[in-house]
Nanobody, 118 residues
Framework: EVTLVESGGGLVQPGGSLRLSCAAS????????MNWVRQAPGKGLEWVSR????????YYAGSVEGRFTISRDNAKNALYLQLNSLKTEDTAMYYC???????????RGQGTQVTVSS
């Protein structure tokens, strides 16, 4: 069974930082590109970032480029998202996901909530 479990969310002030983690199991993690997607309150899913299986290539939505950094540790079956210079509009549930076409993914975790507020 494919399982993705996110952690690391929380409440942070504008300009602050968080590091999200995703623990993957049930599949050969190193064979797959991995993604982060998010859903803000009352809005649809938004694709945030993708990393290739070996970690050599990364891609970002324009809204987070230069502020967020995706990374992975294939030895630990772990995916990460470093969130810096957070803005109130980054408030959302963040999901680790695989098998994505845009923001629509075959498999997502249960999510971790990020709230940016003063």
């Amino acid at each position: 069974e494919v399982t993705l479990v996110e952690s690391g969310g929380g409440l942070v002030q504008p300009g602050g930082s968080l590091r999200l983690s995703c623990a993957a199991s049930g599949f050969t993690f190193s064979d797959y590109s991995m993604n982060w997607v998010r859903q803000a309150p009352g809005k649809g899913l938004e694709w945030v970032s993708r990393i290739t299986p070996g970690g050599g290539l990364t891609y970002y939505a324009g809204s987070v480029e230069g502020r967020f950094t995706i990374s992975r540790d294939n030895a630990k079956n772990a995916l990460y998202l470093q969130l810096n210079s957070l803005k109130t509009e980054d408030t959302a549930m963040y999901y680790c996901a695989k098998g994505c076409s845009g923001a629509y993914c075959a498999t997502r975790g249960q999510g971790t909530q990020v709230t940016v507020s003063s």
